[in-house]
């Protein structure tokens, strides 16, 4: 993984699953929002200038990254209950050093437990929460920089 800042950021709360509904069209709850918001004033102080975004088509990470600013992209391979071999080539073919990935449960905590070196499983990540991992000049695995959630930066 060349990518040496890799920003995790995990979906504000959305609203629940309604029967027959499609898991992608949730839309984040008014805490929701509040989070995204709190989480986006975080990221503008700190995040690099020239940090690529790539986003989930799920509504709630749209939703969630649109307070944090408009220059990112969408990408299928970050949907909901993806596996994480996608995830692994996306970073390991990508020319940025810092990327910024925004999706969901369980591949967010799978990619974490993965880059840090861990043992097989997920690292629990909560709603709206942000993970950032640096990659030292040795090589992998990565470090933990900082986690944010929305409830730590009121």
């Known amino acids: 993984m060349p990518v040496k ?5 995990r979906h504000a709360e959305a609203e629940v699953l309604m029967h027959g509904a499609s898991d992608l069209e949730r839309p984040l709850t008014a805490k929701g929002h509040k989070q995204a918001k709190q989480m986006s004033a975080w990221l503008k102080k700190y995040l690099p200038k020239q940090t690529y975004v790539l986003v989930s088509p799920a509504v ?17 391979r970050l949907a909901p209950e993806r596996p994480l071999e996608p995830l692994l080539q996306i970073l390991a073919q990508s020319p940025f050093e810092s990327m910024m990935l925004v999706g969901h449960q369980p591949w967010i905590g799978e990619l974490v437990a993965h880059a840090l070196g861990l043992p097989e499983g997920q690292v629990s990540i909560k709603k709206g929460a942000v993970w950032w991992l640096r990659l030292p000049k ?3 695995p990565y470090k933990l920089y900082s986690v944010q959630s929305p409830e730590l930066i009121k």
Do not use: A, F
């Open 60 to 76: 709630r990470t749209r939703e969630t990254v649109d307070y944090w600013g408009d220059d990112w992209q969408e990408d299928t």
């Open 138 to 140: 040795s090589g992998p």
């Open 5 to 9: 800042n890799l920003i995790l950021w």
